[in-house]
């Protein structure tokens, strides 16, 4: 028997944080990029499951971060149903990159631990627990998340991360803004430093840190927002599908923000 469908409306904000409407275009989205052409793998054999309620089921299960065997039942399938479910429809709900931005557009790029079980990938860090690091970039004016880095390492520190997750790339020739911890990226600009001595800075660079502080304040409110979906809290899936879960929920942290 299933429990939760999209017939139900009153289901779609409290699993999803999306509003009706908002799950309704995504959904036309997804179709729009092959979501209704998809089988399970099995010649002649059709998804239980429509689009709607199978979209429903990724972004609940994002959000809930319920196991298998628990979000497998809540729509009336098999957990190895609901596994294939999100293996093939979440990818298809990533975040569209970004073709064009205005050149004077200020980006603000921050790094944050996400709990990963798969070791291949994941690393002790400062968490006390095996993380990656996920390098996240917003635009300074929308607050909209505009890239997404690829996971490394919760043991590297950001100033790594950031060259080697390809999220430089993606914002190379605008402006970006981070804390001081990208010292060593020329084309980001960071803080000022406090003095080798220890002497206090003049007022107008104290002044500059501040200003600098409420801007990058706002990439660390949507890291935070990101992490309403709960899987970024506790990934228990295989570290390469960490990118396209980070994606997808940047993508769906982009729509509630944009209503």
Known sequence: MQVMSTARSEWIFPFTGLQPAQFRRLVRLVAERGGDTIADGRPGRQWALDLPDRVLLVAAYWRTNLTMRQIGPLFGVSHSAAHRVIDTLGPLLAMAPVRRRPVDQIAIVDGTLIPT???????????????????????????????????????????????????????????????????????????????????????????????????????????????????????????????????????????????
């Open 117 to 259: 079980r798969d070791h291949r990938l994941a690393a002790p860090s400062k968490n006390y627990r095996y993380s990656t690091n996920l390098q996240v970039a917003i635009d300074a004016n929308t607050r909209l998340v505009i890239a997404v880095g690829d996971p490394q390492p919760g043991n590297r520190n950001d100033t790594i991360v950031y060259r080697t997750s390809g999220i430089d790339q993606k914002l190379a020739g605008r402006p970006i803004m981070a804390d001081g911890g990208y010292r060593g990226n020329p084309e980001v600009i960071i803080p000022y430093r406090k003095n080798r001595d220890g002497g206090p800075l003049p007022d107008w660079k104290e002044d500059l840190n501040a200003q600098h502080r409420t801007v990058r304040a706002q990439v660390e409110h949507a890291l935070a927002r990101m992490k309403c979906w709960k899987i970024l809290r506790d990934y228990r899936r295989a570290a390469s599908t960490l990118a396209d879960t980070a994606s997808g929920i940047a993508h769906l942290h982009n729509i509630t923000l944009a209503r």
